[in-house]
């Protein structure tokens, strides 16, 4: 059974940063690209961030890029979203999710956590 376990939200103030984790289980990681999304209230579930299962290839939306670092750690089946110069606007639910290959929409992803709160303060 796949299971995606996300930790380290919370509560930061503009300019602050956060680590998200996600835990992998029940998947071969490294067979799997990653990926990032987050959803604020009244809004759609966005692409954030994602990393090839090969290359380890990243990808950026552009109001994060510059900020915000994803990277893996295949000895732990576990990638992270390193979020620095934190803003209001990015407050949302953090998801991440797994897939073989690598997309920008939600409905491209397999398997999903179960989510992550992250409150920017202004």
């Known amino acids: 059974q796949v299971q995606l376990v996300e930790s380290g939200g919370g509560l930061v103030q503009a300019g602050g940063s956060l680590r998200l984790s996600c835990a992998a289980s029940g998947v071969t990681f490294s067979t799997y690209a990653m990926g990032w999304f987050r959803q604020a209230p009244g809004k759609e579930r966005e692409f954030v961030s994602g990393?090839?299962?090969?290359?380890?290839?990243?990808y950026y939306q552009d109001s994060v890029r510059g900020r915000f670092t994803i990277s893996r750690d295949s000895a732990n089946n576990t990638v992270y979203l390193q979020m620095d110069s934190l803003r209001p606007e990015d407050t949302a639910v953090y998801y991440c999710?797994?897939?073989?290959?690598?997309?920008?929409?939600?409905?491209?992803?397999?398997?999903w956590g179960q989510g992550t709160q992250v409150t920017v303060s202004s």
């Open positions: 999710a797994a897939n073989r290959l690598l997309g920008v929409k939600a409905r491209d992803y397999d398997y």
């Open positions: 990393i090839t299962r090969v290359s380890g290839r990243t």
